[in-house]
């Protein structure tokens, strides 16, 4: 079988590392690099022995031999650049988030449906041992019913000036809480503030509710004095912390929890009785594989038909809607907004 050849768009911060897990990966040869400036893509083009380096995103576009084109660039370039990719009739790669904006991300999605070729999203961290792990816990019921997904991503900058912090930091958790609890939410309320000179909210919280009672919260902020990167899933059964700034043990599994029982006659709503159940903590092994190289291993098994995509463009329609939505509570002084049936259902 020939290898599956790549072109990557944008060597600024995150694009060499994708160039590096697809170089590596046996099946696949990374063919063109592209940046706007041409010194990063020629780096890049240089470590990896790339034959094609150019600053000209049309030239990737315009060559037939290439599979699948990353998209590594800025958020508010995603949407043209991958236009062109799909309707040049390629497959796609695109960092987090898809788009800027949900109609775009739609129209992406059913593009690469119609043309026959995969549209895929960069959502990192759903490929980590970590985050894999903890959804091999919701899928086997170990957890029981889930209560509700409560995260922290905080930290003092990077300040990005094309996005505010709830595009640049939650597209993470959402991304996370959408693969490890799927369903459809019904509500979301947000609320966001920018501090100093900053343009763009630069701390924001986001609730979003679930129709079975589940309840999500992420917290974001670019103005924090350390940095934070905390997930705790809570069920009927169990609860799990995920931390991700420990160096080991960044999964724990506590088999903790609350009962109610009623401790009365009658109708009273105070006469209940709590029982509080303290049980092992256990901390599973987890694949220490890097997340990026599972992800391409994904991708190409996706491209040659053997496994279907973990994150897809309809998780990534998911993603931006939430987002979105987010933004529009944040500007209605945190109003909460119901969420129609969402349209990537019908994707």
């Known amino acids: 079988m020939p290898p599956l050849r790549v072109g990557v768009m944008g060597c600024g911060y995150w694009g060499p590392n994708l160039v590096r897990n697809f170089a590596r990966h046996p099946e696949v040869k990374v063919e063109a690099v592209c940046d706007r400036e041409l010194k990063r893509a020629e ?20 060559d037939r031999s290439l599979d699948l084109v990353v998209v590594a660039t800025p958020t508010a370039t995603h949407y043209d650049l991958t ?10 790669l695109v960092m987090k988030p898809l788009t800027s904006s949900g109609e775009q991300a739609e129209e992406l999605a059913a593009l690469a449906a119609k043309r026959g ?43 990005q000036s094309d996005i505010n912090v709830i595009w640049d930091l939650a597209p993470h958790d959402i991304s996370i809480l959408d693969y490890l609890v799927g369903g459809e939410p019904e509500e979301i309320l ?15 919280y986001i609730t979003i509710r679930y129709p079975n009672s589940f309840l999500a919260h992420v917290h974001v902020n670019w103005l924090a004095p350390a940095k934070v990167r905390q997930l705790i899933l809570g069920g009927s059964r169990k609860m799990v912390v995920y931390d991700d700034v420990q160096p080991s043990e960044k999964v724990k599994v506590y088999d903790k929890g609350v009962s109610f029982q009623n401790g009365g006659d009658g109708d009273d709503p105070y006469k209940f009785m709590v029982s509080y159940r303290a049980g092992d903590m256990v901390a599973p092994q987890l694949d220490a594989k890097e997340a990026l190289a599972v992800e391409v291993e994904n991708i190409v098994r996706a491209v040659r038909g053997k496994e279907p995509l973990v994150a897809d463009g309809a998780a990534g329609v998911r993603v931006v809607r939430l987002l979105e939505a987010a933004q529009r509570s944040i500007a209605e002084g945190g109003a909460p907004l119901r969420l129609a049936q969402p349209a990537w259902s019908r994707l």
């Open 43 to 62: 780096r890049t083009g240089a470590e990896y022995r790339v034959p094609t380096v150019t600053d000209r995103p049309e030239k990737l576009f315009a």
């Open 83 to 92: 236009r062109a990719a799909l309707e040049s009739g390629k497959h796609a």
């Open 117 to 159: 070729v995969l549209l895929a999203v960069d959502h990192t961290f759903v490929f980590t041992g970590a985050v894999r792990k903890m959804k091999e816990l919701v899928s086997s019921g170990a957890l029981g019913e889930l209560y509700y997904f409560d995260s922290v991503r905080v930290n003092l900058g990077l300040f």
């Open 190 to 204: 947000a609320v966001g503030v920018a501090h100093g000179q900053s343009p763009t909210e630069n701390i924001a």
